[in-house]
């Protein structure tokens, strides 16, 4: 069965310093990948999605940016973090089959930025 | 473009009673539609889905989701409310021309003992 993971699971930073997020998934091979950030409230807001590797979509223009140097490694990062960067961040992947259209979500990281 | 609404912030029921969570669409294409729930601190876990098909759709935990085209609408049921089902849960659309899924803002149901 296809797991994916997260880490780490809570990140207090302060203003200006640099972010990295992993994410890895296991059990599936040439998945499609997302990076989503959910702020306070509720709403998902999608940052990134990577159909194959070194292969980079941006939704949003900001001061993040992600990379996927293997096939199931998902990688969010940022040189100087913001106030407003504080939130969940959700990695999640889906399969590239015909009729397979759902996402599956990892465990998420809360960033706190102060 | 796609676009979903969940038009409830928030849904209160019964323990025991019907629970319904209100979700519509709009779409050029063909709808692809799913539910997902979110207990605190978690990431999204998927209920179900709409491709193709049958309009009634089962899936996990005894959720239902009814697919209506001409009201645009993608309601998530459920016969009998349990107090675990409280959490939040999102309703989100691909239209067939589209590489994502856009996702609503989120519905908070409550379900009290």
């Known amino acids: 069965s296809q797991t994916i993971h997260q880490w780490p699971a809570t990140l207090v930073q302060p203003v200006g310093s640099p972010l990295s997020l992993e994410c890895t998934v296991e059990?599936?091979?040439?998945?499609?990948l997302y990076w989503y950030r959910q702020a306070a409230g509720r709403g998902l807001q999608l940052l990134f999605y990577?159909?194959?590797?070194?292969?980079i979509s941006s939704e949003v223009p900001q001061n993040l940016s992600a990379s996927r140097p293997q096939d199931r490694q998902f990688i969010l990062s940022s040189k100087k973090l913001l106030l407003s960067d504080s939130g969940f961040y959700l990695c999640?992947?889906?399969?590239?089959?015909?009729?397979?259209?759902?996402?599956?979500f990892g465990p998420g990281t809360r960033l706190t930025v102060t | 473009a796609q676009s979903v609404a969940q038009p409830e912030d928030q849904v209160n029921v019964a323990e025991g009673n019907p629970l319904t969570v209100k979700c519509t669409y709009s779409?050029?294409?063909?709808?692809?539609l799913f539910w997902y729930v979110q207990y605190p601190n978690r990431g999204l876990q998927f209920l179900l889905k709409?491709?193709?098909?049958?309009?009634l759709v089962k899936g996990s935990y005894g959720f239902e989701a009814e697919f209506n085209k001409s009201q645009t609408s993608f309601h998530l049921k459920k016969p009998s409310a349990l107090v675990s089902d409280s959490a939040l849960y999102f309703c989100?659309?691909?239209?067939?021309?589209?590489?994502?899924?856009?996702f609503g803002k989120g519905t908070m149901l409550l379900v009290s003992p």
């Open positions: 999640a992947w889906s399969d590239r089959g015909f009729l397979s259209y759902e996402q599956y």
């Open positions: 059990g599936t091979s040439n998945p499609n």
């Open positions: 990577s159909v194959g590797i070194g292969q």
């Open positions: 779409v050029s294409g063909n709808p692809y």
């Open positions: 709409y491709i193709t098909g049958d309009n």
């Open positions: 989100a659309v691909r239209d067939s021309g589209y590489s994502t899924l856009t």
